[in-house]
T-cell receptor, first 113, second 112 residues
Framework: NAGVTQTPKFQVLKTGQSMTLQCAQD?????MYWYRQDPGMGLRLIYY???????DKGEVPNGYNVSRLNKREFSLRLESAAPSQTSVYFC????????????FGQGTRLTVV | QKEVEQNSGPLSVPEGAIASLNCTYS??????FFWYRQYSGKSPELIMS????GDKEDGRFTAQLNKASQYVSLLIRDSQPSDSATYLC????????????FGTGTQLKVEL
């Protein structure tokens, strides 16, 4: 029972490099999310996808792009990494109705030097 | 003003005591709220959800929702050292396209 799977778990990038964080869920959920978590800041929403084919900006979208490849997969891309993007990134999924909880992946710890 | 607000803590309680965690939200029309627990270095896990005014109990946990005052709380009875974690309050805010918005989290320490 995999749930939400994120890759990679750890990554170190140099400033200016690009990378894509991958996320896949096997729960047939319509909605998927990307959050970042920094000390004292809680979980801040970067982008979310309410359903396949739609994406919307969250609270902190600058410097990121997303692709909802299909119902299962939602990727997050950093085109030109900056030290300010050093963070722990979580992908989550849920059903679209208001009462649905979100299930989280195990997180990606990204360091930009 | 953040849409969902929590005191960051740390909140320290002795073992066996009641821990009370609070959260306020800005969107009066919000429908559903969730409490997640997050251990250091781990991902958040759901412990309680609440949708209606009043109390909801599950074991040692009680969630309380007061829509008129726009606050949500979590009570942990008979606190154990294993309850030491960060507790995240989240809400589905009607003004945000039904996305899930989190507070900054409250760190709870249960002391022996």
């Amino acid at each position: 029972n995999a749930g939400v799977t994120q890759t990679p778990k750890f990554q170190v990038l140099k400033t200016g490099q690009s990378m894509t964080l991958q996320c896949a869920q096997d729960m047939n959920h319509n909605s998927m999310y990307w959050y970042r978590q920094d000390p004292g800041m809680g979980l801040r929403l970067i982008y979310y996808s309410a359903s396949e084919g739609t994406t919307d900006k969250g609270e902190v979208p600058n410097g990121y792009n997303v692709s909802r490849l299909n119902k299962r997969e939602f990727s997050l891309r950093l085109e030109s990494a900056a030290p300010s993007q050093t963070s722990v990134y979580f992908c989550a999924s849920s059903e679209v109705d208001t009462g649905s909880e979100a299930f989280f992946g195990q997180g990606t710890r990204l360091t930009v030097v | 003003q953040k849409e969902v607000e929590q005191n960051s803590g740390p909140l320290s309680v002795p073992e066996g005591a009641i821990a009370s965690l609070n959260c306020t939200y800005s969107d009066r029309g919000s429908q559903s709220f969730f409490w997640y627990r997050q251990y250091s270095g781990k991902s958040p896990e759901l412990i309680m959800s609440i949708y209606s005014n009043g109390d909801k109990e599950d074991g040692r946990f009680t969630a309380q929702l007061n829509k008129a005052s726009q606050y949500v709380s979590l009570l942990i009875r008979d606190s154990q050292p294993s309850d030491s974690a960060t507790y995240l309050c989240a809400g589905r805010l009607t003004g945000g396209g039904n996305k899930l918005t989190f507070g900054t989290g409250t760190q709870l320490k249960v002391e022996l």
